[in-house]
């Protein structure tokens, strides 16, 4: 059987991972709320590690790093007024780096991610976060309309269980490898770690 081909490569589009120099990396919604809160993920831990990583080697490498933070309802998901609504002290942003504020799954809908990413000029865009199937895949799919080329980290991101529409569970890796795969087809290059792009091993 012939093995399947994503659409970038049938159409000829496909392109190299992006290199942290001349790239800009955008970590979306890690978040506490995905730790301790209601959508706590099965696997956030070794996905913050990863993003962990990425950012250290994007700060190392003086890539430019944007971070987007959902704005939830006061006393509810991501309540902006608490604990939950915090970046991950593991992912917090530094001086200097860019904050986007947004209230849909998009992080583009409503915010100025767009300006921002043309105000700095680069192509390529390295993506991680949460959750997978949400706010990630939304993200990388209005990137391609916008022009971007998109590098997304499979191992820098998680998602949780989901409810089937004939009442079976997806599971949470079944729902993160179902997503990774679509958006491998036609809207990312996908590596596997944030090793791919540093050279280095992530410590989990």
């Given at each position: 059987?012939?093995?399947?081909?994503?659409?970038?490569?049938?159409?000829?589009?496909?392109?190299?991972?992006?290199?942290?120099?001349?790239?800009?990396?955008?970590?979306?919604?890690?978040?506490?709320?995905?730790?301790?809160?209601?959508?706590?993920?099965?696997?956030?831990?070794?996905?913050?590690?990863q993003i962990a990583r990425l950012l250290e080697a994007a700060r190392a490498q003086g890539a430019p790093v944007i971070h987007v933070r959902h704005l939830g309802i006061p006393g509810g998901l991501f309540d902006?007024?608490?604990?939950?609504?915090?970046?991950?002290?593991?992912?917090?942003?530094?001086?200097?780096?860019?904050?986007?504020?947004?209230?849909?799954?998009?992080?583009?809908?409503?915010?100025?991610?767009?300006?921002?990413?043309?105000?700095?000029?680069?192509?390529?865009?390295?993506?991680g976060g949460f959750m997978t199937h949400s706010s990630v895949s939304s993200t990388v799919r209005a990137m391609k309309d916008y022009g971007y080329r998109c590098t997304l980290i499979e191992g820098a991101c998680?998602?949780?269980?989901?409810?089937?529409?004939?009442?079976?569970?997806?599971?949470?890796?079944?729902?993160?490898?179902?997503?990774?795969?679509?958006?491998?087809?036609?809207?990312?290059?996908?590596?596997?770690?944030?090793?791919?792009?540093?050279?280095?091993?992530?410590?989990?």
């Open positions: 059987m012939t093995q399947p081909q994503t659409l970038l490569q049938l159409t000829g589009r496909t392109y190299a991972p992006a290199s942290l120099g001349t790239a800009t990396v955008l970590i979306i919604d890690a978040q506490e709320e995905y730790r301790s809160g209601t959508l706590a993920l099965p696997h956030v831990e070794p996905a913050v590690a902006p007024q608490g604990a939950r609504g915090d970046f991950l002290a593991e992912a917090r942003p530094q001086d200097g780096e860019a904050i986007i504020e947004k209230r849909l799954p998009n992080a583009f809908a409503g915010t100025d991610l767009h300006e921002r990413l043309q105000a700095l000029g680069r192509l390529d865009v390295v993506v998680a998602t949780r269980d989901l409810p089937g529409p004939d009442n079976q569970t997806l599971s949470a890796e079944q729902a993160h490898r179902l997503e990774i795969a679509v958006l491998a087809d036609n809207f990312a290059i996908v590596v596997p770690d944030a090793t791919a792009l540093t050279g280095q091993p992530v410590q989990s």
